[in-house]
């Protein structure tokens, strides 16, 4: 003996017409999602281009100001003696290369040579972009950096200028860290026309 289910209230005519609705909708959302997601795919492939090509120009201009201000920040955080500020500046692996030294690994390495500096010298460091790359959520910066070290105990200051590296990544909170760095004693490094 079969058992009957109860029929739906709804009728045949409607059944049908809401069984080729939900496909319909689905699909029309689906379109509608991927239109609005991309609006770009709606322009014309040259206008396109253009707004793509607009859009990784402005991701540069803000990737080069936030970088810009990364450095004053190493500028600020060395004349206050701020090795936790620097610190936190570096990505966990960091890596320091330095002429005639072997590289320095790691946030704690990096942290025990600015130790180091700053309890024998009051640092001033200033620091003249000489080129700026941003692709993506990576950077290059090159620059020239002059760094005035004054005793503590009392002495002559001793200023020494250096052509620097940098690479920096951002990091999962969408901050720019210092990957790799590395420079070199300004009588070491190639000059334009040389």
Not at 57 to 86: C, K, M, P, W, Y
Not at 101 to 123: D, N
Not at 149 to 162: K, L, M, S
């Amino acid at each position: 003996m079969r058992s009957v289910r109860p029929r739906s209230p709804v009728r045949p005519h409607r059944r049908a017409a809401v069984g080729l609705a939900c496909p319909l909708g689905h699909l029309l959302a689906a379109l509608l999602l991927l239109a609005s997601a991309s609006a770009c795919s709606l322009l014309p492939p040259d206008e396109r281009a253009l707004a793509e090509q607009v859009r990784e120009t402005e991701a540069q201009r803000v990737g080069a100001d936030e970088l810009r201000a990364l450095l004053q920040s190493i500028e600020l955080f060395g004349a206050a003696g701020n090795i936790e500020g620097l610190v936190a500046l570096h990505a966990r692996e960091a890596m320091w290369v330095a002429p005639g030294e072997a590289p320095c690994v790691g946030r704690q390495a990096i942290e025990g040579l600015l130790a180091q500096l700053f309890e024998s010298y009051e640092v001033a460091l200033v620091i003249e972009v000489e080129s700026l790359h941003v692709a993506g959520r990576s950077a290059q910066v090159w620059a020239w950096s002059a760094t005035t070290c004054t005793p503590r105990a009392g002495g002559e200051p001793r200023v020494q200028r250096d052509h620097v590296r940098l690479v920096l990544e951002r990091d999962s909170e969408d901050r720019w860290r210092i990957q790799y760095a590395e420079w070199r004693v300004w009588e070491d490094a190639p000059r334009e026309g040389a």
